[in-house]
Structure formats: C-alpha cells, structure tokens
C-alpha cells in the first residue's frame, strides 16, 4: 500500500509526532508503516546487522545513530537481509553506504546521507529503547509511518482506508 504523510497527517494531526529531519529515500519502496523497533548504534553496523537478522514481521527499525555523517552504518549487505528477514524499513538518524545497491532492494530506507566509509569497530548500543532525533521522541511499539516527505510516529496503529485528502493548492 502507497502511503500519502500529508494525507495521514490532515486526518490524525492531533495524534502524530512529525520528525523535522530532512530524510533522503532509498530502496524500491519509497513509503512504508510499521510498527516500531528502536535502537542506538554510534558508527558501528554490528548491532543493525543483529536486528535486521530477526525476523521483522513488517516492522521499521528506527535507528538513531547520532546523526553521524562520517561512517554508514548500513550498506546494501545489511539492507538485503533486513528484506529477506521480513522488515519493512528503516530510518535512520545518520548516513548508509552502498545507496545503488540499496535501490535495487524491496525495502524503504530513510538516512541523513551517504559515505563510502564503513565501520570498522564495534561500538555500544541500545536496543528497543525511547529514543529521541528530530524533535521526537520514538517509542518501541509506536506506529511509524514515512514517504518521501516526511516521518510521522503515532502511539497506536491509524486506520488508513479513511483519510482526507490533501485539497488543492485552489482550496486551501
């Protein structure tokens, strides 16, 4: 299902958190939703890599990486098990790597940016815990919902077969 934020948005406005990051897109699937696994990670791509091997079950793994542009913490290897484990995206608060090969992918990524380095050692990590970029704070569990527009995380699941559509630019 193609999602619209600023129709979700028009409808839920009072429910969601807009995450006021200037995402990039990558990866075939330009919108995604999800509910939310979170996890911290400083330029290490260790502790993705164990995520994105569990089984996903459609869920977005929100990813604050201190939004380091110096190192990517994910690259086309780690995206292509993220697919074939069932996640639905990421977004993530710092950069990627391999940004071709992840636009090959049946997956929806959001990152600050794009390098060439990777990581080469492990550092600490917190798993499914608050975290807070962008002017919110994300909640394991939140329902998070992305295109190329925007991020927006609501506390409960929304209902997506009855929203208002944004009027014309003649309407408003």
């Known amino acids: 299902m193609v999602i619209v934020t600023a129709d979700i948005y028009d409808t839920y406005h009072l429910r969601l958190k807009v995450c006021e990051l200037q995402f990039r897109s990558f990866g075939q699937h330009m919108s995604f939703y999800g509910e939310c696994s979170t996890l911290t990670t400083f330029e290490d791509h260790t502790p993705i890599l164990a995520a994105l091997s569990e089984p996903g079950r459609g869920r977005i793994l929100m990813v604050d990486g201190g ?3 110096r190192v990517g913490v994910m690259g086309d290897r780690l995206a292509a098990i993220g697919a ?11 950069a990627i790597r391999d ?7 049946p997956v929806g990524v959001k990152a600050l940016g794009t390098t060439a380095r990777r990581s080469w050692s492990p ?8 975290i807070a970029f962008g002017g919110v704070r994300f909640n394991p569990g939140d329902w ?5 527009d ?11 077969e009855n929203l208002h559509p944004a009027l014309p630019n003649s309407e408003k």
């Open 150 to 160: 925007c991020v927006l995380a609501s506390a409960t699941r929304l209902d997506l």
């Open 123 to 130: 550092g600490t990590s917190q798993r499914d815990v608050v």
């Open 67 to 69: 939004g380091s542009l």
């Open 99 to 105: 940004s071709l090969g992840i636009n090959a992918l």
């Open 144 to 148: 998070i919902y992305a295109d190329e």
């Open 84 to 94: 074939e484990s069932g996640w639905a995206g990421l977004v993530i608060n710092g």
